[in-house]
């Protein structure tokens, strides 16, 4: 993905080597996080988990992380937080103008960078969980050492690939700004777990196909795409459905307990963004065999 010279957002908080130093409010943390482990052998983020149980209010308020004294960082890890600001920066150009087109204002979310915990107004979160987003702070999260952890233990590896990742959380945040989020969380509490786990599952496909839209746009605007690039992020899309993962992870696969979709599924939404960019399609207009 070209993106040489391009702009760096200013939206990112950088609390690389700060400790998360809170506790959880009501609720406890605890549960939340063995609900998070779950979700991602079975699929990949979990903002949504997080983001959810802050909007049935059963986290407190949390305490500021405490420094625990600067470290250098590797030339490595500068790079990626450098690309991270930079998609971040290119998803923003992006939303802006779709938004516009759309009658509406964009308010791009702020990117954390964090390592090993994070607090969020979604609760203290580990490392472990994976990338992202909070809609009790309009926050993505995301510990660099995933881009590692997806290279080496999935095999999916390249820019596009890690500009997915992201481009997918600020899906998230679009659904979140569009009321889909907040109308799907609602849907899910009010029904019993296998069904909130088909809402869930739309609502995952909607950010991978907005992460599409968004690869779509920008490609217009820049030509940032390059020859195997959405071969990349398509493999990716691949290793991260549910199947792909329980079948890794458990030696078989319980479909009743998906929540981010089949790899065929996330694949296709991924794919289906890139290529039309109309903001009129929608995973929760069609049916579920058409998902």
């Not at 990112?12 to 959880?24: F, H, I, L, T």
């Not at 903002?47 to 959810?52: A, E, F, M, R």
């Not at 890890?77 to 450098?82: C, G, N, V």
Request: proline share 1%; with cysteine.
């Amino acid at each position: 993905m070209k993106l040489n010279g391009r702009r760096e957002s200013n939206n990112v908080e950088d609390r690389r080597g700060m400790s998360a130093g809170a506790k959880a409010g009501v609720g406890g943390l605890g549960g939340i996080i063995l609900i998070a482990l779950f979700t991602l052998l079975s699929g990949g983020n979990l903002g949504d988990v997080i983001g959810n149980v802050v909007q049935q209010g059963a986290l407190g308020s949390v305490q500021e992380e405490q420094a625990e004294g600067q470290r250098e960082f590797t030339a490595e890890e500068e790079e990626l937080a450098k690309f991270s600001r930079q998609v971040l920066a290119a998803t923003e150009d992006v939303w802006t103008e779709v938004f516009q087109k759309m009658g509406r204002k964009y308010t791009p979310p702020t990117l954390v960078l964090f390592t090993n915990r994070v607090n969020s107004a979604c609760g203290q979160a580990s490392a472990a969980v994976g990338p992202f987003y909070c809609s009790g702070d309009q926050k993505l999260y995301i510990d660099l050492s995933f881009f590692t952890t997806m290279k080496q233990q999935l095999g999916a590896d390249g820019d596009f690939s890690y500009a997915y990742v992201i481009a997918h959380e600020v899906g998230h945040h679009v659904e979140n700004l569009l009321g889909s989020l907040g109308k799907a969380h609602q849907q899910m509490q009010a029904t019993n777990k296998v069904n909130a786990n088909k809402i869930s599952v739309r609502l995952e496909l909607l950010a991978d196909y907005y992460a599409g839209v968004w690869a779509h746009y920008d490609n217009e605007k820049f030509s940032s795409l390059e020859e195997g690039d959405v071969e990349e992020a398509v493999d990716c899309a691949q290793k991260i459905g549910d199947n792909y993962l329980q079948k890794k992870a458990q030696g078989y696969v319980q479909p009743e307990s998906f929540t981010h979709g089949t790899s065929a599924q996330r694949m296709r939404w991924l794919s289906l963004g890139i290529e039309k960019g109309d903001m009129s399609i929608s995973t929760f207009n069609v049916s579920e065999s058409s998902l």
